[in-house]
Structures are given as structure tokens and as C-alpha cells.
């Protein structure tokens, strides 16, 4: 009897301890519930209602054509819907270009594609609606994010919690067609707003508005209010202390392709110092999107861009010093980030947090023009890309040092890589290698009889998730102009680390390259 | 033992209790989530694009110096040029695009001449730059001098800064007492919106 009785209290204190377990378990998992629902009724959000002229997108609007024979301009989505925090959000159609290949009409087909802005404080609600689509599968990059959506194909949605202000891209079905890309960023305070009456400060607010190009002068803003859709190009030239910022875009549908005339690049800088673009999206150019040109003390934080017309690069930084490029997304039909010498050297050129989808041509580019000016001397020197995540890249190399001309190009470092997904070699793609660091002569791009050097070039963490498995290639010149003192460091090339150039698929040139290191 | 058991388990009830007791009153956050401040900022009212009237620019009037511009008999040169921008340029009767003369960067003085094969009268140059507002304001200073018999040249005009302005057509008058000039030339020495002298169009205005 006495054994049963002891018999009947562990039993009860063994239910007891599990039940204690459980209720732990339990508590933790309502606290956590309890913190994200805080989160949320804590949230602040601010949606921006676009342009009522912006006209509803039709079928014929979606067709993938060459912009003669369609509307280009900027439109409002009607195949893709969101709600943050169950209120309807605005979605702009603008123009994308799935082509891998170079049109020499400068007339290439292109496509659309849905984008969403708003701001937020918090922990936030999304669901996307796309009643045309059936839903099997949602990828939301950048994958470090951790986003687990939440796929109601019966309703065609997809729910989502975004926990920080950023840049986020969906891809249904394994399809870089029709993605959305959301645009997010922390609510502006309003000490951080210029003041619209000063008279250095240009203001658009929400609406549709045209003007001429604008030419700034010297310590103005031009400021774009969340809501605004600016047509035009902004440009400034031997001036410092100008600003571009806001929540708005600037958009260049209304200007036809350049067509290799008439570039009306959405921001040029010439020569000047101390300038800084901040948050702003820009679609549409006729062009490249940014130009930098023998400037020095920029900063770029914060930018969105997508471009899908011929020569659509997304920031062209051409002989400049000191620029700090940081929290941009980068969508483009050219190169997306590349850094050239048409004019004096450049130095301390760095990139950094930024996410790119590079539809043509490649994705981080140093070259082909190292010396256009054909200066004494010519250098590109402490060039640095660091914690860039790469969406897609279609055609020509991820990650590519390209000298064609005779200056020396120093210290490059290429550090915690990741590139979601490749398919490099596509279309007409002449370039097929993940990673290319070479010194060339090139019949389009060379200016200098004489050829150059690359020396001290980084690769750290740099991680291949996912595509073509193509060859890297490290070439120079020939026995004087070299590739020299390359290292790579934590390379993972679909799953494995890799250790020597054999295993990473490196083809290195035997006679035209000193010491590549593996660590 | 048995006093032991009975204490744990009472205490372990307790516990439980108090957990589940916390559960159960967290429970409500299993139920529809109550969502924060929403702020929506409306658009105006408007069926077309618009454009602020600060930003309306009034049709600018080109200035046409008296007499016949002579430019044409000329041959345009220069000390250097920068890029793909010849002295030509400068009298293509274009002013759009690339078609333009730029002066060597950072290479002043910046000297471009134009030599006629005989002497003219001549009492006005025009310049222009593109009138396009891409082509923001900025300021050339130069001088002007001639060459009445294709020797040695004179002062014409002393050397002063100039505006260009997209908003008044980026163009410049400058007239003077009639001269006898076989060959002109502009000396630049500044320029605000480039790295060198600029010239889209050159008019030489004679009463020929």
C-alpha cells in the first residue's frame, strides 16, 4: 500500500513536472506572441496615395514590346494588390526589361513589373493579392531576412510580417516576372524634412508634375515628397552642398530612349563636392540613373532604382574620390554599380549594404575604361563592395575587374557576397564567368595604346547560392601587365566551400598572373 | 518521503497554476491583431500632369545682331579641345547635343580663332551654348581680340565674365564700333558650368 502510494506520487509529480514544462513552453510562445502583436499595435505606418493621372494598367500595357509600340509611361498596377496592416497601399506598374541580349536599335522588348512605397515603425502586416497568378511558391529576398510567407492559394495571397524598414522583392513560382518589389524605409520626422519655404529648397508634394530639367545651384535641395512622381532630370555641375531627397520619384518615361543621342540622365553630378542623394525611387531613365563624374565627398544612401532601357546602368561612378554608397537597391539593364576612370583617378569608392538585380551586363564592375582621359599615371585605387546581396544576375560576370586601359587598378575588395541566384552566360552574354578579373584591350571600351596592371584584389566571404555553374576567370595581360596578389577567402560556390581554384572553377592564366592566394 | 512528495507536488501545482494561469490570461493575443496608427497621405485632385508655375518659363525672344552673319566664310580653330568637341562644332548651326566646341580641361587660357581669307567689317559676335535647361546657367570670362591684316592682333574687348543663361536663351550679344578683322579670337580664361571655354555657335555679324 505504501508502495502504491509513493507509486501514485511520482506519477503525479512526473504529470506535474510536464505540465510546468508545457506551461513554460506555452508561455514563452504567448510572450513571443504577445511581443510581435505589441509590435504591430505599436506600428506606426505611412501610405502614400499616388498620382490620381496616373492612368490604370490594361492588358496591352503589360505586353512584352519595344517601347515604340507601347505606352512607357509610369502607370498604376491593377494585377498586383497590397495591404499593410489591412489598408490598402498604392502600386506603381513601371517598365523592367527581361531581354538578355543588346538591341542595336536601342529598342529591345521590355516588360512590367509592380512596385510598392510606403513607411513604417515597427512590425507590419503585408498581404499581396494577385488574383491572376496561381500561387504555388513565394520567394522573398533578400533571403537573410528570414521571411516566411504565407501562401493562401485559395485567395491568391500571400502574407508576410516585415519587421525592418528595407527593400524587399517577391518572386512568384520561380519567375522573375511580374515580381513586386517594396520599397520601405523608417517614417521621416519632421525636423528631418526641409523646410519648403527656404529659399534653397525646391519642393514637389504629392502629385504628377513636368518640368524641364533642373539645374541645381549650389546648397539647394530638391526635395520629393512620399506621394510625388517628378518627371525630369536633375543635374548639378561645379557646385557643392546639393541634396536630393525625399520619398518620391523621379521618373523618365516621358523622355524617349536615348537612343545613344540625348542622355537626360535622372542624376548627374559633375564635378562637384559634397553631394547626397537619400531615399528616393527612380524608374524609368532614358539612360544610365546616376552619374558621378570627377566628384569627390558623395554620399548615396538609401536610393532605389530601376532601369530598363539600353545603357540603363544604375550608378556610374566615373573618376571620383571619397563616395559612400550605402542602403540602395539597384535593378538595372546595364551594369549595376560600376566604377571607371574617364577623367582623373579614382579613390575610396565604397558600396555598401546594397541589394541588385542586374538584368544585362554585370552586377559589380570596376572598368572597362580605367583611363579615358588618357592621363599620366591613371589609378583606381581602395575600391570596396561589402555586404551586397545580389537577387538576380542574367548575363555577364557578378563580380568583374576589367582593365582596358594603362592604369594601374589597386586594392579591390570584394567582401561578404551573396548572390541569391544567377544565370550568367545568358542571352548574347560574351563574358560567361561568376567572377572575371582580367587586363584587356578591348576594341570598344580601350583608349590608351599602352595596357595596365591590377594588383590586391579581395574576395572575402563571397557565397554563390544558387545557378549556373560557370568558370571564373583571372587573366592579364600579358607577362608585364598582370593580374598580381588576388585572395579568396570563404568561397562557397553552390553549397560547397571551396579551397583551391579547381574546385571553385577558377581558370587562372598561367603566364599573366602572379600569386593567387586561397585562405 | 511521503511528506517530501506531497510538498514538491503541491508547489509543482502551483507553479502550474501560476504558468497557466499567465496562459490563459495571454490569451486574447491568439485572436485578430490590433493594428497600429495608419496615416494616409491623399493626392490631390488632377487628370494630367502639372507644372508648377515657378516652373513655366516664358518663350525667350532670340536677339539677332544688325547685318549678316558671316561665320560661314570663316575657319574656326583652336589651341586644343576637350573629348569629341572640335572648333567645327561651333558652326554646324547646330546647338543641341554634342555639338559644341569645349576648350582643353584645365588648360586656360582656351584660345579659339576664326580666320577669314580676306578682311571683313565686323560690329557684333554672337555666342551660344544649348538652350536647353539641361544645360544649367553658368558664367565665361574671355576677351575678344582681332587681327585686321592676319598679323598681330589688338584688344577688341577687355576680358569679362559672362552669363549664360538657359532661362534667356544661353546666348550672348556683344557689339562693338565697327572694325576691319581678318581674324578674331575669343581668350578664355574661366568657366563655371565645365573644365573649359564653351562655344556651340559662333555668329560674326558684318554689314555685308
Partial sequence: ?519 | MKKTGIIIMTLMSLSAIVIWGIVWDMRSYAGETEYGEVTVVEAPDQTESITPARFVREAFVPVVPDGVNISELARFDANGFNDVYPPGKAKDGKTDGPSYWEGEADAYPNIFTAEFDEPHRIHAIKLLLCPKTIWGARKQTFSVEVSTDGGDYVGLLPEQTYDFDPLTGNELVLEFEEIRAMKLRLIFTGNTGAGGGQIAELEIYANE
Fill in chain 1, 1 to 519: 500500500m505504501k508502495k502504491f502510494g509513493a507509486f501514485i506520487i511520482i506519477i503525479a509529480i512526473i504529470f506535474l513536472l510536464a505540465l510546468n514544462i508545457c506551461g513554460v513552453f506555452a508561455l514563452r510562445t504567448a510572450k513571443e506572441l504577445k511581443e510581435k502583436k505589441d509590435m504591430v499595435k505599436q506600428s506606426e505606418v505611412v501610405l502614400y496615395e499616388g498620382p490620381r493621372s496616373l492612368r490604370d494598367a490594361v492588358a496591352e500595357d503589360l505586353e512584352n514590346v519595344s517601347e515604340d509600340k507601347r505606352d512607357y509611361s509610369l502607370l498604376h498596377c491593377t494585377d498586383t494588390f497590397v495591404t499593410v496592416n489591412g489598408q490598402e497601399c498604392y502600386v506603381y506598374d513601371t517598365n523592367v526589361n527581361h531581354t538578355r541580349s543588346w538591341y542595336g536599335n536601342y529598342l529591345p522588348p521590355q516588360s512590367r513589373t509592380p512596385v510598392a512605397i510606403f513607411d513604417f515603425e515597427g512590425a507590419v502586416d503585408v498581404e499581396v493579392r494577385v488574383p491572376d497568378r496561381e500561387l504555388d511558391k513565394v520567394k522573398i529576398s533578400p533571403l537573410s531576412a528570414g521571411i516566411e510567407p504565407q501562401i493562401n492559394k485559395d485567395a491568391h495571397t500571400v502574407s508576410f510580417r516585415l519587421v525592418t524598414p528595407g527593400n524587399y522583392t517577391l518572386q512568384f513560382d520561380d519567375s522573375p516576372e511580374r515580381a513586386l518589389h517594396i520599397f520601405t524605409n523608417h517614417i521621416e520626422k519632421e525636423e528631418d524634412k526641409p523646410d519648403p519655404q527656404d529659399p534653397n529648397v525646391i519642393c514637389f508634394g504629392p502629385g504628377e508634375w513636368t518640368v524641364d530639367s533642373l539645374s541645381l545651384s549650389k546648397g539647394q535641395t530638391l526635395y520629393l515628397a512620399g506621394g510625388c512622381v517628378l518627371h525630369t532630370n536633375v543635374n548639378a555641375n561645379f557646385i557643392s552642398d546639393v541634396k536630393v531627397c525625399g520619398r518620391g520619384i523621379l521618373d523618365g518615361s516621358a523622355y524617349e530612349c536615348w537612343k545613344g543621342r540625348e542622355a537626360y540622365v535622372p542624376l548627374k553630378f559633375g564635378h562637384c563636392k559634397g553631394t547626397e542623394i537619400r531615399d528616393i525611387v527612380v524608374l524609368n531613365s532614358n539612360a544610365w540613373v546616376v552619374e558621378a563624374y570627377d566628384c569627390e565627398d558623395g554620399v548615396i544612401d538609401g536610393l532605389r532604382i530601376i532601369s530598363s532601357r539600353p545603357n540603363g546602368d544604375g550608378m556610374s561612378i566615373q573618376s571620383c574620390a571619397h563616395y559612400k554608397i550605402s542602403n540602395c537597391f539597384v535593378r538595372s539593364w546595364d551594369d549595376s554599380l560600376v566604377v571607371k576612370n574617364y577623367d582623373l583617378n579614382s579613390d575610396d569608392i565604397v558600396f555598401r549594404d546594397m541589394q541588385l538585380w542586374t538584368d544585362l551586363a554585370q552586377s559589380m564592375e570596376i572598368g572597362f575604361e580605367t583611363n579615358k582621359g588618357k592621363k599620366p599615371n591613371a589609378t583606381i585605387t581602395n575600391v570596396t563592395f561589402e555586404d551586397i546581396t545580389v537577387l538576380n544576375n542574367y548575363h555577364k560576370p557578378v563580380i568583374s575587374v576589367h582593365n582596358a586601359d594603362d592604369a594601374l587598378v589597386e586594392d579591390i575588395l570584394f567582401r561578404n557576397i551573396v548572390v541569391e541566384h544567377e544565370e550568367v552566360g545568358s542571352g548574347d552574354s560574351d563574358l560567361p564567368y561568376l567572377i572575371d578579373i582580367g587586363v584587356v584591350q578591348n576594341n570598344n571600351w580601350s583608349s590608351t595604346p599602352e595596357r595596365g596592371q591590377i594588383r590586391g584584389v579581395s574576395l572575402e566571404n563571397v557565397n554563390f547560392m544558387e545557378g549556373n555553374d560557370k568558370y571564373s576567370r583571372i587573366a592579364g595581360f600579358d607577362a608585364e601587365h598582370i593580374v598580381d596578389d588576388v585572395t579568396v577567402k570563404g568561397l562557397v560556390m553552390f553549397g560547397n566551400e571551396v579551397r583551391d581554384a579547381d574546385e571553385a572553377k577558377i581558370k587562372i592564366s598561367e603566364n599573366t598572373v602572379g600569386s593567387v592566394k586561397f585562405e
